[in-house]
């Protein structure tokens, strides 16, 4: 199904918020209306920005901390006519809820209402809730109804038989009409999912005339437009400009079609044709990396989400589905000729701001699933959600043939609904994935137009040298040059082919300047291989383990936890090892050991260090997670306790002497309501055998507890000892600070020579990840 972008009327102006200025209703300077009021030309703004205000999840609906596990989603969006009022859909629950934004900065939820089916979308008519709700007991019987709910009561007040399974529900903009996708979806598990599979979907209208008792359908027929499967068109999302013409994406027959409501007649139909995509990754098997350097021939755009930009052109987002998807957006005009298309330059954009999803990239990449238009003051944006990178890209539509990037804005997982209310400022989008476990909590991410520099990205790539961005993700370690604003960090295992970064952190926001990858070249790590045994065991660490850590082109696969400079130069890098002895976890084998090793400046491998023998017996996976190099010994933070024991162990390894000694960590215990466990995640030198550790939990979103800076001190500290700890920090109210959700993963920790503390979040790859980085500046806060 899609998730439609759902049009509101424009009113009044809301004087707590910074605002702007109103525009006309419709859109660009475009628009042919000899008899309607002249629209101002629209004009860049260079000082106004999106920056999130607030992140309201909506488990908080079910309990006000969200303690309970109960499955609610938001998967679209629609705002009152007075823009104080959210309506979503919840098709996890069967529900429609409320949220009151009067102060965008603190939503409150206000309940939900639960439907006797799938609410599919939700639009507004003036006092009145219109959600299509799709009550198919199978997809070769599909039903549907159109439930009209009173915001004000949040009850029902009348219902309508649609005669099918409806997706998209869209409102004229004179309240005259109401158009629904009718898609009679297909079964994905028949035939491959292939089509067509009857009944065929149509177009409803809505003729919105008297009380909603009185209002009546009428169906337009879709079928025999498409070249593909003309039979069976599946249209998917609707949107209606100030004529009355509704476009209609019809996404698996590649194929657009635009109907007068007023006659309900098809005007007119067209291909949304293809694109080939060059310079593009087409490959998501690690250790690849991500190559912009492949072609793809003759892509099908299929779109999905759709949306007037002006009288006479729509902009679509190119999701794809059967056999497409050109992941981006196009602008066409109503003739069916393309006014303008993105290419690669949203892909380019993501990878830039770490949001690349690598495992998808050899299907549809970053796959933008809706598209939403507004007037903010005097500008025109065009907002594009990224289903598979999370975040919503904002473009300038000043020159409606030329959109120009603007920003990024980050959210909860996967957006799909937008909703703009240029009346107020704000655009909110509706991230849909609820899964506790991940751990993910379906949200409305709200932002407000400012005049105020983009809070996000905090950490950007710079080009490669054959100028496209550096591609990252995934940052775990960090250690800060022993001078200036730079600091180096590490990304971890996601991509199989471990890299180190060189960041600017003098800048706002930082910059990755360049990429070292990490290699084996010297066949330093073969040769400790070939010390180890040769038969594979499950529960040990063998030269087969060691073989499958180094790629075919030297490059290596490590899961690199932890950096510091090293004194002999270049740096050394902590691996954590992967898998758990029986005895502590089945299922798990043990297919890496813990282990140091230092680089040169050039990346190559130089030395191998590995925990004792007595100690790897006692492995668990959650193992090496930071290394600081302080008076002649590595200080390695372990996670979590292994086999046997309480406590995580602070490992500390003499240079000179070769030999291991180990302190015990006193953890906080766990206080999420979701339980989990907390552990060490980063460790980073102060000098006088000083070191400030990062602990966290494994919780994030409402459920996050724990994510604290702590200083330890190793004077004096006896080999076998549990050592004490001093706060330095709760590191919650830095994250809160956000406005988004609580991020789980500290991972990065660096103390630059002027002071300033630094932390950064890892963002797992953006798989099962909002992909969200945050570095965090937390000025001089060490005494």
Known sequence: MSFPRLRQTAIALAASMMMVGLSACGGGSDD?????????????????????????????????SCESATPVNAEIVAASSDGMTLIYTSGLSRQIGFVDITDPAAPVGLGALTLDGEP??????????????NTSASFTAPTGKLVVVDIATRTKVAELDLGGQPDS?????????????????????????????????????????????????????????????????????????????????????????LVDLATGKVSGHFSAGSVTLTDVDLTDERPNLVQFNQTQADRLREPDGVTWVSKTRFATANEGDLNGGSRGFTVFNT???????????????????????????????????????????????????????????????????????????????????????PSRGLMVSASEVDDRGLPARAALNIYAYQKAAPAYPTIQSADRADGKPIPWS??????????????????????????????????????????????????????FGATLPAARDNQAFDQTDVAAMINADKTVNLDPEG????????????SEGAGSKTAYETGRNITSANLLLRVSAAGVIQEVVALPDAVNALQARYGFEGVAESNGKLVVAMQRAWLGETMPRIAVYDLTAKT????????????????????????????????????????????????????????????????????????????????????????????????????????????????????????????
């Open 660 to 783: 291991w000694q180990f302190h015990l960590y006193p953890l906080d215990p766990a206080t999420s309501p979701n339980g989990g466990w907390v552990g060490l995640s980063e460790i980073t030198a102060l000098g006088n055998n000083r070191f400030l550790v990062v602990e966290r939990d494994n919780q994030n979103g409402p459920d996050a507890r724990i994510k604290r800076l702590y200083r330890i001190d190793l004077s004096g500290a006896t080999d076998g000892g549990t050592l004490s700890k001093t706060l330095v920090r709760d590191l919650m109210p830095d994250l809160r600070a956000t406005r988004g959700p609580v991020l789980e993963k500290i991972e990065g920790l660096a103390v630059l020579a002027s002071g300033e503390v630094l932390f950064v979040t890892d963002n797992d790859g953006v798989n099962d990840s909002s992909g969200e980085t945050q570095l965090v500046r937390l000025g001089r806060i060490l005494n």
């Open 32 to 64: 042919p209306a000899p008899t309607a009021p002249v629209v101002a030309a629209s004009v860049p703004d260079a000082s106004m920005h999106f920056n999130r205000v607030a992140t309201f999840a909506v488990c908080a609906q079910v309990g006000a």
């Open 120 to 133: 599919t979308s939700v639009a507004v008519v003036g006092a009145h809730a219109l959600v299509a709700v």
């Open 563 to 574: 950096i510091s400079l090293a004194s002999a130069g270049g740096f050394w890098i902590a």
């Open 474 to 527: 995934a940052l775990s370690g960090m250690v800060a040059a022993p001078s200036g604003s730079t600091v180096y960090a590490v990304d971890d295992s996601f991509f199989r082919a471990n890299r180190i970064f060189t960041v600017d952190v003098g800048v706002t926001p930082a910059v990755i300047r360049s990429e070292l990858r990490i290699t084996d070249a010297s066949d330093v790590l073969k040769t």
């Open 335 to 421: 003739d069916g000729s393309v006014a303008f298309d993105v290419g690669m330059d949203l892909e380019y954009r993501l990878a830039r701001i770490g949001h690349t999803n690598d495992r998808r990239n050899d299907a549809k990449g970053n796959e933008p699933e809706n598209v939403a238009f507004g007037r903010f003051g005097s500008t025109d944006y065009l907002f594009v959600a990224s289903e598979r990178s999370s975040v919503v890209a904002v473009y300038d539509m000043s020159q409606p043939t030329a959109p120009v990037y603007k920003q990024a804005l980050p959210g909860a997982l996967s957006p799909e609904g937008l909703v703009t209310i």
């Open 169 to 257: 529900v869209a409102v004229s903009k004179d309240g005259r009409y109401a158009a629904i996708a009718i898609e009679n979806e297909r079964d994905e598990s028949v035939n491959g999912g292939a089509i067509p599979q009857l009944p065929a979907g149509r177009l409803a209208i809505i003729d919105l005339v008297g009380a909603p008792a009185a209002w009546t359908r009428r169906d337009v027929a879709l079928t025999g437009l498409a070249a593909l499967y003309g039979t069976d068109p599946e249209p998917e999302y609707v949107s209606i400009n100030e004529d009355n013409i509704a476009v209609v994406t019809l996404q698996e027959n590649n194929h657009l079609a």
